[in-house]
């Protein structure tokens, strides 16, 4: 049976172990390159931080619609902020078995990519009757964040860069965007927490319960569970990262059922280039293997900056709010 690895990246948060990272590096870029998707043990996000979490969210999707819908992601204007309910939130134009919560980097109005009116940048909308959820975020995302600094300098290890490549550019201010995700028990056998997709940015970071649901397309075609490992995080690549690195590295399709009969909750941070940054591919050896994917889309076909492809992503997901709030 094919399962994903597991991957201790302790040596790439300290950086004090060169032989350790070396070879962290290369599990790594094996790993984005086989499966687009690993296990990271060792990634400093403390168990009280999940905890917290975990309660706050669950009180917060246990509130009446009405009470969720004060922070609706109609308030939220072109940052794109707030909760959406129960098939709101559309995947390959059909609508997800979930509700959610759209977070990201908390931005002043003074900050120069609110003034300069960039979408998804700005500030985050919290719900009065959950008050301790603004803070179990706040700590979960710094944890988070820097988790995703480290295994980027794993990554451009992988690719035979200096470790810092990204920091210096791509990601010195990057993209963060941040989800609270609430999977229903119950509904239709055919219905997906969500559909088949995958991701558009550089790494997601996913946290979850303990219930599962999650699967990912492997290379031969079969789709393969992946199920909680303790607190593990899920790591997968998205689409720029295999566009950048000429389809090296594999931005898998994964889809999510909850046949649990629970609740099921998971936290992704999408860690993704600055907004303005180019998609032009790396200065490393690709591949010429080309995986035919669901939407038929070709990623190397990209061009222009990330926050042009974003727009064009986002759009389709909430097209509904796209044409109000991006004028679409």
Same mark, same amino acid.
């Given at each position: ?42 990634? @400093?996000?403390? *168990? ?27 308030? =939220? ?21 979930? *509700? ?51 295994l980027m300098r794993g990554m451009a290890l992988a690719l ?35 559909? *088949? ?9 996913? =946290?979850?319960?303990?219930?599962? =649901?999650?699967?990912?397309?492997v290379a031969n075609g079969d789709w393969i569970a992946v ?14 990262? *295999? ?42 050896? @690709?591949?010429e293997r080309s995986l035919p994917r669901w939407d038929d ?5 990209? @061009? @222009? ?24």
């Amino acid at each position: 049976m094919t399962r994903l690895p597991v991957i201790d990246i302790s040596p790439l948060r300290t950086m004090d172990d060169a032989e350790a990272v070396k070879r962290i590096a290369g599990e790594v870029g094996a790993a984005s390159a086989e499966f687009g998707f690993f296990y990271a043990d060792g990634h @400093g996000i403390a *168990e009280h931080l999940f905890a917290r979490l975990e309660a706050a969210s669950h009180r917060f999707f246990a509130l009446p619609d009405a009470e969720k819908a004060e922070i609706a992601m109609a308030h =939220g204007g072109t940052a794109w902020r707030g909760w959406f309910p129960l098939g709101g939130e559309l995947t390959s134009g059909l609508p997800d078995r979930k *509700e959610g919560l759209y977070l990201g980097e908390e931005l002043a109005a003074d900050d120069p990519r609110v003034i300069a009116g960039w979408p998804l940048h700005g500030a985050n909308l919290w719900p009065s009757g959950v008050p301790e959820l603004q803070q179990a975020v706040g700590a979960y995302l710094d944890a988070a964040v820097a988790a995703a600094e480290a295994l980027m300098r794993g990554m451009a290890l992988a690719l035979g860069l200096p470790a810092d490549h990204f920091e210096r550019g791509m990601t010195r201010r990057p993209t963060l965007l941040f989800r609270v995700f609430h999977y229903p028990p119950g509904g239709k056998p055919d219905r997906f927490g969500v559909g *088949e997709h995958s991701d558009y940015g550089l790494l997601t970071l996913l =946290g979850q319960d303990g219930h599962g =649901g999650l699967e990912v397309r492997v290379a031969n075609g079969d789709w393969i569970a992946v199920p909680p490992k303790g607190r593990m995080l899920v790591v997968n690549i998205g689409d720029m990262f *295999e566009r950048l690195t000429r389809g090296r590295f594999r931005s898998a399709p994964h889809r999510v059922i909850n046949a649990s009969g629970r609740e099921r909750l998971s936290w992704p941070l999408f860690y993704d280039p600055d907004f303005a940054a180019s998609v032009d591919p790396l200065p490393v050896a @690709g591949t010429e293997r080309s995986l035919p994917r669901w939407d038929d889309v070709d990623l190397h076909a990209a @061009g @222009g900056t990330y926050g042009d492809y974003l727009l064009g992503k986002v759009g389709k997901v909430f097209p509904d709010l796209a044409a109000k709030a991006l004028g679409d």
